[in-house]
């Protein structure tokens, strides 16, 4: 029996700012892995390519406004950096 991936320990490296924004990019981040998780069957980050998190902010955040496609960027933008990747998406 396999632990459940922890994504706050996964970011703790490259979170900063208040509280309520560390919270916001964890659930983003948790949203993220389990839209990626039920489309691919991808369970951590360390397996993610750049088309998945791509297709995460095209298709799962097509009917959301725009502030909330942009903060869930900055959120990819920390999954990139945790990563080590010089992925760059479009807002």
Not at 60 to 71: I, M, N, P, Q, V
Request: aromatic share 14%.
């Amino acid at each position: 029996m396999s632990k459940p991936f922890d994504m706050e320990l996964f970011l703790a490296a490259v979170l900063t700012g208040s509280n309520a924004t560390r919270q916001r990019h964890l659930r983003q981040a948790k949203m993220i892995q389990a839209g990626i998780s039920e489309r691919w069957q991808l369970e951590t980050p360390w397996a993610w390519k750049k088309k998945h998190l791509a297709w995460f902010l095209d298709h799962r955040l097509a009917g959301r406004c725009k502030a909330t496609r942009y903060y869930y960027l900055l959120t990819v933008r920390l999954l990139a950096r945790r990563l080590e990747r010089a992925w760059v998406f479009k807002c």
